[in-house]
């Protein structure tokens, strides 16, 4: 069992930058597939980036080049940095950690991009 607790999230302008972090406590990162997700206001859950256990990453096609999955191990933390923002990046973020059939979810931090 993984618990994670993000923190980073805030009012940002467009343009502007966040590092959001997940930080785990239970079991170590390297043993699961680490996951950011967002939410936007009335939408579903998306994927936004990720990282397996062996560090390959992938990103939704909307943050290429703007978001950056990392991790930290001797830390057991996972950061999302965020980087020219975009009023559609509005959205509460979601850490995930999933292994086999377990799957764990933060409980979210808000960004909100405005002028």
């Known amino acids: 069992q993984v618990q994670l607790v993000e923190s980073g999230g805030g009012l940002v302008q467009p343009g502007g930058s966040l590092r959001l972090a997940c930080a785990a406590s239970g079991n170590s990162i390297s043993s699961y597939g680490m996951g950011w997700y967002r939410q936007p206001p009335g939408q579903q859950r998306e994927l936004v980036a990720s990282i397996t256990g062996g560090g390959i990453t992938n990103y939704a096609d909307s943050v290429k080049g703007r978001f950056t999955i990392s991790r930290d191990t001797a830390k057991n933390t996972v950061y999302l940095q965020l980087n020219s923002l975009r009023p559609e990046d509005t959205a509460v973020y979601y850490c995930?950690?999933?292994?086999?059939?377990?799957?764990?979810w933060g409980q979210g931090t808000q960004v909100t991009v405005s002028p």
């Open positions: 995930n950690a999933q292994r086999q059939w377990q799957n764990y």
